[in-house]
């Protein structure tokens, strides 16, 4: 395993941790301001923090919709991030091909909820030695994820997150079932409630998803109550200005007291 992804798998699994980051690499100057942010708060919090933003957003709703800058220069705006801040950084990946370059510059490579079956993704994605956080599909019951978990270990990797992040239930809608944390901790990973896509609601905007902000510290309560190993959270300095998932976005001015409330949960629950 890579040194760096072995040393954040290992802080995964003797305590709380976050990832945090804006859904999209708008520009660089906001992941810095976004990544700075994170930084100086998971340090007087004292607790992990992972950098996340997606160079490409492969799956939205409208071909008209911003997806990124792009895998070259979304990796070299990640690696300028780690190199100011610190941060180990997680962001997706779409394509067998992708796995390699990403895992130059990210610590951890994820699966989006939509691939989290695609056996050559997974391959792919297992054989560069680095952490792989999968999240489980919209569509998939939480035992299911037993196959993907399966195609990762035996392509050969050895440190996997698993991420809730809701299920389907009806037209442009998610819910959150919180036993799917105690089933998927059952595999033996590290488990991650995502707080801000289990919010969105789907296509919900027409030829774009919008989502239900209110809910965001309501459900990442619940999933550190019912025993989330970490919390994803995506935020943005103004959600409602964002490029992508603004609707269900946490507000980077709250970013701070609602991972502080988070921290006297886990705590209590020690």
Not at 15 to 42: M, Y
Not at 47 to 58: E, L, R, W
Not at 171 to 194: E, H, T
Request: proline share 5%; net charge negative.
């Amino acid at each position: 395993m890579e040194e760096s992804s072995k040393i954040l798998f290992e802080a995964s699994k003797a305590g709380p941790f976050v990832i945090v980051g804006p859904c999209v690499l708008e520009s660089l100057d906001l992941a810095l301001l976004c990544a700075e942010a994170v930084a100086d708060i998971a340090s007087r919090l004292k607790i992990p923090a992972v950098f996340k933003s997606s160079f490409d957003k492969a799956n939205r709703t409208s071909l008209d919709s911003f997806r990124g800058p792009g895998l070259d220069q979304g990796l070299e705006w990640l690696a300028k991030v780690k190199a100011r801040t610190g941060l180990p950084v997680i962001t997706d990946i779409h394509l067998p091909d992708q796995a390699a370059a990403v895992a130059e510059v990210a610590d951890v490579l994820q699966i989006p909820a939509f691939l989290c079956r695609q056996t050559d993704l997974l391959a792919a994605a297992a054989r560069t030695g680095r952490l792989i956080n999968v999240k489980k599909g919209q569509f998939l019951a939480p035992l299911d994820m037993a196959h993907p978990v399966g195609k990762l270990t035996d392509s050969g990797c050895k440190a996997v997150w698993l991420t809730e992040r809701g299920a389907s239930f009806g037209y442009n809608n998610l819910v959150v079932d919180m036993r799917s944390i105690a089933i998927m901790k059952q595999f033996g990973w590290p488990v991650v409630f995502d707080a801000t896509h289990s919010v969105q609601l789907p296509g919900g905007a027409g030829g774009a998803s919008s989502g239900q902000r209110e809910f965001v510290d309501v459900l990442a309560r619940a999933a550190v109550a019912a025993g989330a190993d970490g919390v994803f959270l995506e935020i943005h300095p103004d959600p409602d200005k964002a490029l992508c998932d603004g609707a269900n976005s946490w507000p980077l001015g709250r970013l701070e007291a609602l991972l502080r409330q988070l921290l006297d949960l886990w705590r209590t629950l020690a």
